[in-house]
């Protein structure tokens, strides 16, 4: 922002014009439309706007048409009064819904470059500011990184107004509320806090609304860059914030106490405070059979911990622990490692980095030929280095086999986290053993029940114990013996019959 972009609004149109040229360079997208008065010919009116973010058919067919009407009757007046600018103001806001006051240059500049018409007057110490912001956006589409079988198929965009509509749509209840603050020293990003009055902990709220007026950057481009602000334990592995695409997720855990915070530009939705189990919970569990339901979560919960120790497990048993296996497998594994020259250790290493080389390599491909090399570049590695004698094939089964289920995880944040201490865990085993796996089981317990978002306990309802969350943590209740809402981001005054 120009440093002189402070000063109030002269009252002279022409200065004001003059200094918002100066102050964005000229730009060619900056359009100014002007309205001189015929007696004087001087610039009576203007409007201002940015070429590609308003709506140029509102300003051509109704805005102009109405500001050169009202400079004509002026000066037609036998009694050579002012323009009217109240007179004015309530004629536009008859057609457009939203017209508002400007009193400085500061907001002029923060509205103008957010899309919004600005209207100057002469002899005028204030401006009007028109909300006709129209840009081309995408369209709501289904979710590609958080798919479901069963369920609605939208997801939010990366228009923020858009976001919200569509949990409007879900929650009819006026207690939904909406605070919009700007962010960004030069972006000015448009952030949305939303939550339920009465459901949601008056202490939560109140911790993020003081935790995102403490940012102070440049730029919030993406909600990533606020996630990695407001989170509590910085230094942690494990996020601490959920995010999601999905607007009957976002609508569902609002029921539950949460708060939302919708970032402008993004269609990533930040939801706190969270705990542990929500990373293993799919929006689709919730339109399924319980039964069905809670068998897909007790299998998700089991392949993380197959994704985070299945290699370090056999590194243990055939560096340390061999009379653990039969003799029959024994000596078959034996006999696949014989000509192999690698110990066990650095044999997983390699096709762990490997696989993830690939992983990486599919990720950032174009996607028609992505999928297709990270698919065939494993099986033609794989089988390439068994033929070689690089690997054992039981080895490359154990790779595999961790690699599927860390795909089983519908929250990719989540993944990350395993992925990285897999590696930890493949050290402890080749240096200790299964004793080394125990003591990293230990303490990683020890960092989880430590952990906590935005000062809710991020393993509850685990730890610390609570009985009435148990009905949809590891398993999920039929909805008939689900009654009440969690108690973690509930507000103590209101009521936890579940409404959900």
């Known amino acids: 922002m120009p440093d002189d972009a402070t000063i109030p609004i002269d009252p002279n149109v022409e ?29 009576a009116a203007a409007v201002v706007y940015i070429d590609g973010l308003s709506d140029t058919l509102a300003i ?14 002026v ?21 457009l819904g939203s017209i508002q006051t400007v009193a400085d240059m500061t907001a002029l500049y923060e509205n103008l470059l957010s899309g919004e018409a600005i209207i100057l007057f002469n002899q005028q110490h204030h401006a009007y500011r028109a909300d006709i912001r129209q840009w081309k956006g995408r369209d709501v589409t289904e979710s590609t990184n958080q798919t479901a079988v069963r369920g609605p198929r939208e997801s939010f965009t990366e228009t923020l107004r858009t976001n919200t509509a569509l949990i409007r749509r879900k ?6 509320w909406l605070e919009t603050i700007s962010m960004g020293r030069m972006t000015k990003t448009g952030v949305t806090i939303m939550y339920i009055n009465g459901i949601a902990k008056p202490s939560v709220i109140e911790l993020v609304r003081s935790r995102l007026k403490a940012i102070d950057i440049d730029s919030i481009l993406d909600s990533g860059y606020i996630e990695e602000l407001i989170e509590d334990n910085k230094f942690s592995l494990f996020p601490t914030v959920y995010n999601s695409e999905l607007p009957d997720s976002t609508a569902a ?42 068998l897909l979560r007790i299998l998700r919960f089991s392949t993380v911990f197959i994704s985070l120790l299945l290699p370090s497990i056999y590194i243990a048993i055939t560096t340390f622990h061999r009379d ?35 992983r990486e390599a599919g990720l950032r491909m174009p996607r028609a030929i992505g999928q297709a ?9 794989g089988q390439a280095a068994v033929e070689a004698g690089i690997v054992s094939a039981a080895m490359v089964i154990v790779v595999s086999v961790t690699a599927i289920s860390t795909f089983t995880l519908p929250a990719y944040s989540m993944s990350i986290p ?50 009435a969350d148990l009905e949809d943590s590891l398993v999920r209740l039929p909805r008939w013996l689900m009654f009440k809402r969690p108690e973690t981001s509930l507000d103590e005054g209101s009521e936890r019959i579940r409404k959900r």
């Open 171 to 176: 929650i009819k209840d006026p207690r939904l």
């Open 253 to 294: 855990q609002l029921l539950e106490g949460k708060v939302a915070i919708l970032v402008d530009g993004t269609p990533n939705i930040l939801l706190v405070p969270t705990q542990l189990v929500t990373f293993f919970q799919s929006a689709e569990d919730y339109y399924q059979r319980a039964y069905y339901a809670t």
């Open 373 to 381: 090399v990270s698919v065939v570049g494993t099986l033609v590695i």
């Open 75 to 95: 000066a037609q007046d036998a009694h050579g009064d002012s323009l009217d600018t109240e007179t004015l103001a309530k004629e536009l806001l008859t057609g």
């Open 60 to 73: 051509n067919m109704y805005i102009f048409d109405v500001l050169k009407m009202m400079v004509r009757n």
């Open 324 to 358: 653990m296996l039969p003799a029959s497998l024994l000596i078959g594994l034996a006999a696949q490692r014989e000509g192999v020259p690698l110990p066990a250790f650095v044999e997983a290493l390699v096709m762990e980095l490997t696989f993830e080389i690939l």
């Open 15 to 43: 200065i004001n014009l003059e200094r918002i040229m100066m102050d964005l360079g000229g730009s060619d997208d900056v359009i100014i439309r002007e309205i001189q008065d015929d007696g004087t010919l001087k610039v």
């Open 418 to 467: 395993v992925r990285l201490l897999r590696f930890v865990f493949m050290g402890a085993a080749a240096s200790f053993g299964l004793f080394g796996i125990a003591m990293g089981m230990f303490v990683l317990l020890l960092h989880l029940c430590a952990l906590r978002s935005f000062g809710e306990p991020f393993m509850s309802p685990f730890s610390p114990f609570r009985k």
